[in-house]
T-cell receptor
Framework: DAGVTQSPTHLIKTRGQQVTLRCSPKSGHDTVSWYQQALGQGPQFIFQYYEEEERQRGNFPDRFSGHQFPNYSSELNVNALLLGDSALYLC?????????????FGQGTRLTVV | DAKTTQPPSMDCAEGRAANLPCNHSTISGNEYVYWYRQIHSQGPQYIIHGLKNNETNEMASLIITEDRKSSTLILPHATLRDTAVYYCIVRVLYTGNQFYFGTGTSLTVIP
């Protein structure tokens, strides 16, 4: 158990709808990254949150947005869902310094857009 | 973009050592080699990481060549539960840096 909690575990949405996914990082970790994993592919970086701000962003459209709360938990929002947004969405909880930097992943949210 | 090259698939007999290779010929001096594995649609699980010395933990051993251009993850006694996709990643070691995943190696442990 990596201590990273994601909810919900599965979700079915209709094309055009909006969705919010949630992540609680491991205790003591203050940085959260979100990844999208399409079937048969490796995870692709969406963005990272630290100190309640988006610090880095991958090659994803503005329909993907996020938020980090003072307790370090985070949300991923996707607007105007497309069929191609169907994927496993992973949250990575990152903490530590120097040689002890660690990153643990949650079990993911499986999003299906129909 | 992923900076590593791994074979797409490998088989290993149960109880034998599984040796998973990774090429990272453009690795920089401050980049570490990380290994994660992902068991069927679960989140990636951390295995081990290292800079230039060989590393061992309760899960695996990591052997990095002297020129650091390649490495091998060794699972000493593979079990059926080790069947997974294994990702080799290089990254600079600070919290703001991302993990760039390739397509990994799909390891199948055969009874």
């Amino acid at each position: 158990d990596a201590g990273v909690t994601q909810s919900p575990t599965h979700l079915i949405k209709t094309r055009g709808q909006q969705v919010t996914l949630r992540c609680s990082p491991k205790s003591g970790h203050d940085t959260v990254s979100w990844y999208q994993q399409a079937l048969g592919q490796g995870p692709q970086f969406i963005f990272q949150y630290y100190e309640e701000e988006e610090r880095q962003r991958g090659n994803f459209p503005d329909r993907f947005s996020g938020h980090q709360f003072p307790n370090y938990s985070s949300e991923l929002n996707v607007n105007a869902l497309l069929l191609g947004d169907s994927a496993l969405y992973l949250c990575a909880s990152i903490g530590g310094q120097g040689g002890h930097t660690e990153a643990f992943f949650g079990q993911g949210t499986r999003l299906t857009v129909v | 973009d992923a900076k590593t090259t791994q074979p797409p698939s490998m088989d290993c007999a149960e109880g034998r050592a599984a040796n998973l290779p990774c090429n990272h010929s453009t690795i920089s001096g401050n980049e570490y080699v990380y290994w994660y594995r992902q068991i069927h649609s679960q989140g990636p699980q951390y295995i081990i990481h290292g800079l230039k010395n060989n590393e061992t933990n309760e899960m695996a051993s990591l052997i990095i060549t002297e020129d650091r251009k390649s490495s091998t993850l060794i699972l000493p006694h593979a079990t059926l539960r080790d069947t997974a996709v294994y990702y080799c990643i290089v990254r600079v070691l600070y919290t703001g840096n991302q993990f760039y995943f390739g397509t990994g190696t799909s390891l199948t442990v055969i009874p």
